[in-house]
């Protein structure tokens, strides 16, 4: 199975900060990769697919980017409505896997 | 409008199944593939398979080949999935999830079935 490493697991900012999250994959994945945003009790939402495409509707302060193997969420101005843990998902493999999650807070 | 909406709640003892269903509205439900994921409480998010529904086709990773099933009825719309012989390591939110073909991200989940496994 392909491995994704998602780093930081936590992190802390202040409103108005630029936010990045990096999720690494233990092989090539091209460009199949989605970010997904949950809330507390709610189920996942897509943010983006295929390393950097926006889904339609999410803000344009969420962005992603990719060089080889390692991929990006930046949220580009942390608004409190963001407060949320984020994961990465490859789908290039047919056995889906996830990153570990990464808890964003503001500080 | 397009969504997914699934079962209540179910609380099962160990050694059991429980079968959660995904009901499907607002497009056309042979043209997309159906996922299952499951999140247990405090951790992240675990692929358990899918199936393509215009042709019944499944795909499992390993750790759960044996243990569930998914199907669907295109009469109802709706998806399926079992798992067998539950233990309290089972106990997780199960969602489903829709992609739109085999290199597709999940664009629309279900709400979420709690499942808790306790005797």
């Known amino acids: 199975d392909i491995q994704m490493t998602q780093s930081p697991s936590t992190l802390s900012a202040s409103v108005g900060n630029r936010v990045t999250i990096t999720c690494r994959a233990s092989q090539s994945i091209s460009s199949w990769l989605a970010w997904y945003q949950q809330k507390p009790g709610k189920a996942p939402k897509l943010l983006i697919y295929k390393a950097s495409s926006l889904q339609t509707g999410v803000p344009s302060r969420f962005s992603g980017s990719e060089s080889e193997t390692e991929f990006t969420l930046t949220i580009s101005g942390l608004q409190p409505d963001d407060v949320a843990t984020y994961y990465c998902q490859q789908y290039k493999s047919y056995s889906r896997t996830f990153g570990q999650g990464t808890k964003v807070e503001i500080k | 409008q397009v969504q997914l909406v699934q079962s209540g709640a179910e609380v099962e003892n160990p050694g059991a199944s429980v079968k959660v269903s995904c009901k499907a509205s607002g497009y056309t439900f042979s043209n997309y593939v159906i996922n299952w994921v499951r999140q247990a409480p405090g951790q992240g998010l675990e692929w358990m398979g899918r199936i393509t529904p215009y042709n019944g086709d499944t795909k499992y990773p390993q750790k759960f080949q044996g243990r569930v099933t998914m199907t669907t009825d295109t009469s109802t719309t709706t998806a399926y999935m079992e798992l067998r012989s539950l233990t309290s390591d089972d106990t997780a939110v199960y969602y489903c999830?829709?992609?739109?073909?085999?290199?597709?991200?999940?664009?629309?989940w279900g709400q979420g079935t709690m499942v808790t496994v306790s005797s």
């Open positions: 999830a829709r992609s739109d073909g085999l290199y597709s991200a999940f664009h629309l």
